[in-house]
T-cell receptor, first 115, second 114 residues
Framework: GAVVSQHPSWVICKSGTSVKIECRSL??????MFWYRQFPKQSLMLMAT?????????EQGVEKDKFLINHASLTLSTLTVTSAHPEDSSFYIC???????????FGPGTRLTVT | AQSVTQPDIHITVSEGASLELRCNYS??????LFWYVQSPGQGLQLLLK??????LVQGIKGFEAEFKRSQSSFNLRKPSVHWSDAAEYFC????????????FGAGTRLTVKP
């Protein structure tokens, strides 16, 4: 149980375009989802926290207009990178918490390359 | 604010040798502590976690970790390392005080020599 999927697993897009990444909890309802970013050989940095039906809370320094997060249902959160630039190339990982649990379940990650 | 420090960026051990990866945390209340492993290009796999109770926690793949409140540490150990253990290891701290969000250490890269 407690499986989180991400789609796509990797994506290449041209500079200036937008790309959407999906995060799904497959076998539980995720009251809270988190989005992380990981640069090569670095740690995970929390970008934002989203609760179903409400606006996401962004960490300091993360542009909310650039990284649009929608947590429209209890099993789906999406991250849209708008007007992507090469510096947005990174590994994006989501995680989810269900109910009153404390443990985050992580997705397999999405590698974004902006050319 | 919560934070996690992994003092060792890179550790090399011989196959069959014992391993200890260090993790120190800063947190205002009782922390929830985690160790994850990440292979190149892959997501995170949970090795073990500590929420409460017994301070020595057993995890998967023969790993264990000990929570020491007095030292604010949660070091990961394995008595005999296998070549397949080579990966990046992340310690993380979280808790209900912060909407359950999690902070990760910088990671320790483990190389296993044959």
């Amino acid at each position: 149980g407690a499986v989180v999927s991400q789609h796509p697993s990797w994506v290449i897009c041209k500079s200036g375009t937008s790309v959407k990444i999906e995060c799904r909890s497959l076998d539980f309802q995720a009251t809270t989802m988190f989005w992380y970013r990981q640069f090569p050989k670095q740690s995970l940095m929390l970008m934002a926290t989203s609760n179903e039906g409400s606006k996401a809370t962004y960490e300091q320094g993360v542009e909310k207009d650039k990284f649009l997060i929608n947590h429209a249902s209890l099993t789906l959160s999406t991250l849209t990178v708008t007007s992507a630039h090469p510096e947005d190339s990174s590994f994006y990982i989501c995680s989810a918490i269900g109910g009153s649990g404390y443990e985050q379940y992580f997705g397999p990650g999405t590698r974004l390359t902006v050319t | 604010a919560q934070s996690v420090t992994q003092p060792d960026i890179h550790i090399t051990v011989s196959e069959g040798a014992s391993l200890e990866l260090r993790c120190n945390y800063s947190y205002g209340a009782t922390p929830y502590l985690f160790w994850y492993v990440q292979s190149p290009g892959q997501g995170l796999q949970l090795l073990l976690k500590y929420f409460s109770g017994d301070t020595l926690v057993q995890g998967i793949k023969g790993f264990e970790a000990e929570f020491k409140r007095s030292q604010s540490s949660f070091n990961l150990r394995k008595p005999s390392v296998h070549w397949s253990d080579a990966a990046e290891y992340f310690c993380a701290v979280g808790g209900m005080d912060n909407n359950n969000d999690m902070r990760f250490g910088a990671g320790t890269r483990l190389t296993v020599k044959p």
